[in-house]
């Protein structure tokens, strides 16, 4: 299980709740959704995630596949600093995504 901490202006994910061992840090995270049914598709930092965004939408879009040119529509990409118990709780609970796109879209998007 992953969590995220937060220490010197900068953000660290660690592999478990325990560990002292780093797998990253950027002073941003990113994560990816699809908006269409709430899920967290991908977390971490920045670059990584915005790169596996663009090549999972440009794989989606090329397809033939109807379905899964309107999947690429519903993916999106947010970057930033965020609350790290919002951060951890989605990381721990798969139905959160919803709630946090909720909160996220009232207090960024007019």
Known sequence: MYRYSFEFGSYYLHRDSTSQKI?????????AFDVGCGVMLKHGH??????????????????ENPIAIEMAKN????VGKFDIEK????????????????????????
């Open 23 to 31: 797998i990253f840090m950027s002073d941003s995270v990113a994560f």
């Open 46 to 63: 920045p670059d990584l995630v915005l790169k596996w965004h663009t090549s999972t939408v440009q794989s989606l879009r090329q397809s």
């Open 75 to 78: 993916y999106i990409v947010i």
């Open 87 to 110: 951060m951890n709780k989605l990381l721990n609970n798969s139905t959160y995504a919803k709630s946090f796109l909720k909160e996220w879209f009232k207090e960024n998007v007019n």
